[in-house]
């Protein structure tokens, strides 16, 4: 249905130059804190010591790696530089290869269906304030500009400013908001929302939804409701489970995730707010933990603040200008 072929912003030359950039900056302070003090112990002349190998255990902790990740780091360096662990730039690469390991299971971006199955429901999920309502706007305009029609659920409907923020993201973008009056059935309005995304033909359908504490089992039962009414409105669609996490939770971030997990099935992660935290280690913890996909990251408040999660570009950003 939409024929458009010509060459999106994202791919040119420039436009990728911008996005690792905008990466760097993003992990700056998680890469000064895992590899300042490390980076100072390649420069001397003994290199790989207890004293390295304590820094960095130290550090992965502290950027909140957590204690599997870290382990499994320390006990598999070693034999990683046996025989050349007198220059810096081994260190380097053993210790990239050893985390790229860990996040190339969770690289799979999240593909639209064919045309076939539509609308193609994004449900956000998530505690309260970690960027759900944010990352919508950027991820609707990331889709747009792939060529894909948009539309927007309030499904926030405890929160009063709720649906004035969704529509403003909604304006940004020039997209359809179909929002209902505070305090209405959130349920109600996704099922609203999918038979207007369905009646104009709408390839996408992004869902809004309140704050709730996964502690909250009564907050976690209606997200469940909304759940079964997308399978409710046609068994066939597979909705994405988008749960949002602020990079700088730290690992309260995995208990966020069984739960909801445990709740909605959550079939992607949005790791936003990397920019605002130097404990960006927790995308490894996830990601060994977990195994659920990581989608995107959130690297600022602007619409464009968005990457598609690539655990390539990832683990370059947090290295560059190492070594
Ligand atoms: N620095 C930074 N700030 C972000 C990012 N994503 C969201 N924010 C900010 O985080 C704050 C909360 O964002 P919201 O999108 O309202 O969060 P929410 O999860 O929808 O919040 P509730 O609906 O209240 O649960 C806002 O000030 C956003 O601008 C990000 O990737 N980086
Ligand atoms: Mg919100």
């Given at each position: 249905?939409?024929?458009?072929k010509?060459?999106?912003?994202?791919?040119?030359?420039s436009?990728?130059?911008?996005?690792?950039?905008?990466?760097?900056?993003?992990?700056k302070?998680?890469?000064?804190?895992?590899?300042?003090?490390?980076?100072?112990?390649?420069?001397?002349?003994?290199?790989?010591?207890?004293?390295?190998?304590?820094?960095?255990?130290?550090?992965?902790?502290?950027?909140?790696?957590?204690?599997?990740?870290?382990?499994?780091?320390?006990d598999?360096?070693?034999?990683?530089?046996?025989?050349?662990?007198?220059?810096?730039?081994?260190?380097?690469?053993?210790?990239?290869?050893?985390?790229h390991?860990?996040?190339?299971?969770?690289d799979?971006?999240?593909?639209?269906?064919?045309?076939?199955?539509?609308?193609?429901?994004?449900?956000?999920?998530?505690?309260?304030?970690?960027?759900?309502?944010?990352?919508?706007?950027?991820?609707?305009?990331?889709?747009?500009?792939?060529?894909?029609?948009?539309?927007?659920?309030?499904?926030?409907?405890?929160?009063?400013?709720?649906v004035?923020?969704?529509?403003?993201?909604?304006?940004k973008?020039?997209?359809?908001?179909?929002?209902?009056?505070?305090?209405?059935?959130s349920?109600?309005?996704i099922?609203?929302?999918?038979?207007?995304?369905?009646?104009?033909?709408?390839?996408?359908?992004?869902?809004?939804?309140?704050?709730?504490?996964?502690?909250q089992?009564?907050?976690?039962?209606?997200?469940?409701?909304?759940?079964?009414?997308?399978?409710?409105?046609?068994?066939?669609?597979?909705?994405?489970?988008?749960?949002?996490l602020?990079?700088?939770t730290?690992?309260?971030?995995?208990?966020?995730?069984?739960q909801?997990?445990?709740?909605?099935?959550?079939?992607g992660?949005?790791?936003?707010?990397?920019?605002?935290?130097?404990?960006?280690?927790?995308?490894?913890?996830?990601?060994?933990?977990?195994?659920?996909?990581?989608?995107f990251?959130?690297?600022?408040?602007?619409?464009?603040?968005?990457?598609?999660?690539?655990?390539?570009d990832?683990?370059?950003?947090?290295?560059?200008?190492?070594?």
């Amino acid at each position: 249905m939409f024929g458009f072929k010509s060459k999106q912003p994202a791919e040119t030359e420039s436009g990728k130059d911008r996005l690792i950039n905008q990466l760097k900056l993003g992990l700056k302070r998680t890469h000064a804190l895992l590899l300042t003090d490390v980076g100072d112990l390649l420069q001397g002349t003994r290199l790989v010591d207890q004293s390295f190998m304590d820094t960095l255990e130290d550090h992965l902790l502290l950027a909140d790696f957590g204690v599997t990740v870290t382990q499994s780091i320390m006990d598999a360096l070693p034999a990683r530089i046996e025989g050349k662990a007198d220059q810096a730039a081994t260190v380097y690469q053993a210790l990239r290869d050893l985390l790229h390991e860990i996040l190339v299971p969770v690289d799979q971006p999240l593909k639209v269906p064919p045309a076939a199955s539509r609308p193609f429901v994004i449900l956000m999920a998530g505690v309260n304030g970690v960027g759900k309502t944010t990352s919508i706007g950027k991820i609707a305009n990331h889709f747009i500009r792939q060529g894909h029609s948009v539309m927007l659920a309030a499904g926030d409907t405890f929160r009063a400013a709720a649906v004035e923020q969704l529509q403003k993201w909604g304006s940004k973008n020039n997209v359809p908001v179909i929002a209902q009056h505070s305090g209405a059935d959130s349920a109600a309005v996704i099922y609203d929302a999918l038979q207007s995304a369905r009646a104009r033909n709408v390839d996408i359908l992004i869902a809004d939804t309140a704050g709730r504490l996964h502690t909250q089992g009564n907050l976690m039962d209606e997200l469940k409701k909304i759940r079964r009414v997308i399978t409710k409105f046609d068994p066939a669609l597979e909705p994405e489970c988008l749960l949002v996490l602020d990079a700088g939770t730290g690992q309260n971030a995995l208990m966020q995730t069984r739960q909801f997990n445990e709740a909605i099935g959550v079939t992607g992660i949005m790791l936003a707010k990397l920019d605002g935290t130097a404990k960006g280690g927790i995308i490894f913890a996830l990601a060994r933990e977990t195994g659920i996909p990581i989608r995107f990251i959130g690297v600022g408040e602007q619409l464009d603040d968005l990457q598609v999660f690539n655990s390539n570009d990832f683990l370059n950003a947090l290295f560059a200008n190492s070594a």
